[in-house]
């Protein structure tokens, strides 16, 4: 008999491409076969994302999408990762479509619960654990330069406009010794770059190690040549990680440092547990540690109650840091969450998407600035393959993560550290030549 084939879609964030991983390998072991689109399947996954509104709108868009063939050819549809957990029941009763829910804790159930869906019967597995971290799971990785390693997963802050806390559930951090032999099976399979990853990496902890510890021990790996950490909280910045980050060669000089909003009225209601002061303390700080320091981060406009001169805090403080590159997002009312709960969501939609917009055309500006400033300069970027609007450019990444493309030549190869010297630049992108 044909093993089942599935074809797997993933949404959000890279925490999500990871699971995806992690599910892939889940049920190679359990004898299915991958395909790369639905229409040669037998199961379609969506690995779903709930951070935000249009992200479940993505996903019931997909869903749609997939009728005729379900209606046709019997596929079998799941629905997986966050947006499973949050809706639960919901999304069974609602969308006849979804035949298996899985939520983030819950992929070692998966071959169970398809092979009751493939008999015509129906299941979740929902429940979220204070243990899974999957550590005895090898992802399927897509062979190549850069790899995840998710070192800790869930989320104990309740920020509260976040839904993550409810559909990842509690922190848990992975031990230490198996994060380092992970990342030597990695280099020795050819990889050369790691990120860490957690929903808020920077609490990690397991027993006396903490965060700057794995971060240093993973950066010691022989053949790895570059460790990047995603996403860190500003709470949670000893002056030790600081240390490890400026000092090590290995470990990358970009920082990505949610800021949220730069007002401390609203910060307090999002309870973020930082003031303005406190934030800006930080960076500079880090500045003054690491001068090459790339910085980055996200913002949220609009939340609840938040006024135009509040809103105005928030452009102040872009204007005074001046981040490499920024996410803004328009607040968006998630289930279950504190501000959903206490808060009325009462800034106008029109008025959001103002302060969206305005941010947006001002960070661009800046980015675009601070691409400029590096024309001349030689940079050493990370060779990850071929660029994505032509085969004879090379993309790769500087240590500070800006996409850089250059054209193929022989001498490099992807793996590869090259030296490159930056000509032209654009918002996103560094153009460059070999040097
Ligand atoms: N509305 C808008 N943006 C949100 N984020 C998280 N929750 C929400 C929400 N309810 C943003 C935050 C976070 C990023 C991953 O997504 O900026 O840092
Ligand atoms: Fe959400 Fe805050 Fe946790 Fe980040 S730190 S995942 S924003 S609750």
Redesign the pocket.
Known sequence: MRAPHVFIETFG?QMNEYDTELVRSILTANCYRFTDSADTADVVLLNTCA??ENAHNKVYGHLGALKSLKEEKGLVIGVLGCMAQNLKKDLLEEHSLIDVLAGPDSYRALPELLEQAAVGQKGMAVDLSEYETYADITPKRVDGVAAWIAVMRGCDNFCT???VPYTRGRERSRDFAGVVREAEALAASGCKQVTLLGQNVNSYRDGAHDFADLLLAVAEVRGIERVRFISPHPKDFPEKLLEAVAGHPKICKHIHL?L?AGNDRILRLMDRTYTRAEYLALVEQIRTCCPEIVLTT???AGFCSETDAEFTDTETLMRQVEYHSA?V??????KHTIAARQYADDVPAGVKAARVTKLIEFQRGISLKKNREMIGKTVEVLVEGEGKRSCDQWMGRTDGNIVTVFPVSSAIKPGRLASVRIIDATITTLYAESV
């Open positions: 964030c951070i935000r406009f976040c839904v949610p949220q996200d913002i949220i996410y997002f328009q607040y968006s009312e998630r």
